[in-house]
């Protein structure tokens, strides 16, 4: 089974409106991070914001917050108030900490398209 | 800080030539990490150093690619007699012990091999 699942190829948003990018997830492990990475045409990976699994509070970090819902293994990115340059492709990841792993493990990622 | 730096930046090779990556991470940043990224895929891991010690390593990595970190400093990846399923990207991370150890990725190398 696919450990990160993102079903959005691509997606399309108009400016200055907020979108979801959808992030499910699998582990075994009690304890396990969520982080989301963009990666703008230039190929860099950019990190966006961490969740952990005991966070009781969903994490934001500027426009980006991560709507995390654990019983049903969730980790949804939410960007408001869109800019032309959130256009890019956006991973979800997660790192499973149980063995004592720090590897990082990706979704194969979401197309964003900002519309003017 | 200068960020993670990767030299160079493309490659191109003919097969079952060789071929050395260089990564330089975040000064402060005890953890390393490589992984391998082809076109329309997220990155898949390689293998991950804290300090000078290889601590784990993918099945992906065969024994043609063999990584080092002597000194706990940069990171050299070498890939022996490349194959064309070897083109893909190759990204280095680095994080620092303790928090939440986000990971921050150099700019890759694109390896293409002919």
Same mark, same amino acid.
């Given at each position: 089974? @696919?450990?990160?699942? @993102?079903?959005?190829?691509?997606?399309?948003?108009?400016?200055?409106? =907020?979108?979801?990018?959808?992030?499910?997830?699998?582990?075994?492990?009690?304890?396990?991070?969520?982080?989301?990475?963009?990666?703008?045409?230039?190929?860099?990976?950019? !990190?966006?914001?961490?969740?952990?699994?005991?966070?009781?509070?969903? =994490?934001?970090?500027?426009?980006?917050?991560?709507?995390?819902?654990?019983?049903?293994?969730?980790?949804?990115?939410?960007?408001? =108030?869109? @800019?032309?340059?959130?256009? =890019?492709?956006? !991973?979800?990841?997660?790192?499973?900490?149980?063995?004592?792993?720090? @590897?990082?493990?990706?979704?194969?990622?979401?197309?964003?398209?900002?519309?003017? | 800080?200068?960020?993670?730096?990767?030299?160079?930046?493309?490659?191109?090779?003919?097969?079952?030539?060789?071929?050395? %990556?260089?990564?330089?991470?975040?000064?402060?940043?005890?953890? /390393?990490?490589?992984?391998?990224?082809?076109?329309?895929?997220?990155?898949?891991? /390689?293998?991950?150093?804290?300090?000078?010690?290889?601590?784990?390593?993918?099945?992906?990595?065969?024994?043609?690619?063999?990584?080092?970190?002597?000194?706990?400093? %940069?990171?050299?990846?070498?890939?022996?007699?490349?194959?064309?399923?070897?083109?893909?990207?190759?990204?280095?991370?680095?994080? %620092?012990?303790?928090?939440?150890?986000?990971?921050?990725?150099?700019?890759?190398?694109?390896?293409?091999?002919?």
């Amino acid at each position: 089974a @696919q450990k990160i699942t @993102q079903t959005q190829p691509g997606m399309f948003v108009q400016e200055k409106e =907020a979108v979801t990018l959808d992030c499910t997830y699998d582990t075994s492990d009690q304890s396990y991070g969520l982080f989301w990475y963009k990666q703008p045409s230039s190929g860099e990976m950019i !990190f966006l914001i961490y969740q952990g699994s005991y966070d009781e509070q969903n =994490a934001t970090e500027g426009r980006y917050s991560l709507n995390f819902q654990k019983a049903r293994k969730s980790a949804n990115l939410v960007i408001s =108030a869109s @800019q032309l340059g959130d256009s =890019a492709m956006y !991973f979800c990841a997660m790192r499973e900490e149980g063995a004592g792993s720090y @590897q990082l493990t990706f979704g194969k990622g979401t197309k964003l398209s900002v519309i003017p | 800080d200068t960020g993670v730096s990767q030299d160079p930046r493309h490659k191109i090779t003919k097969r079952g030539q060789n071929v050395t %990556f260089r990564c330089d991470p975040i000064s402060e940043h005890n953890r /390393l990490y490589w992984y391998r990224q082809t076109l329309g895929q997220g990155p898949e891991f /390689l293998t991950y150093f804290q300090n000078e010690a290889q601590l784990e390593k993918s099945r992906l990595l065969s024994d043609r690619f063999s990584a080092e970190r002597p000194k706990g400093s %940069f990171s050299t990846l070498e890939i022996q007699r490349t194959e064309q399923g070897d083109s893909a990207m190759y990204l280095c991370a680095s994080s %620092f012990d303790g928090g939440s150890e986000e990971q921050y990725f150099g700019p890759g190398t694109r390896l293409t091999v002919t």
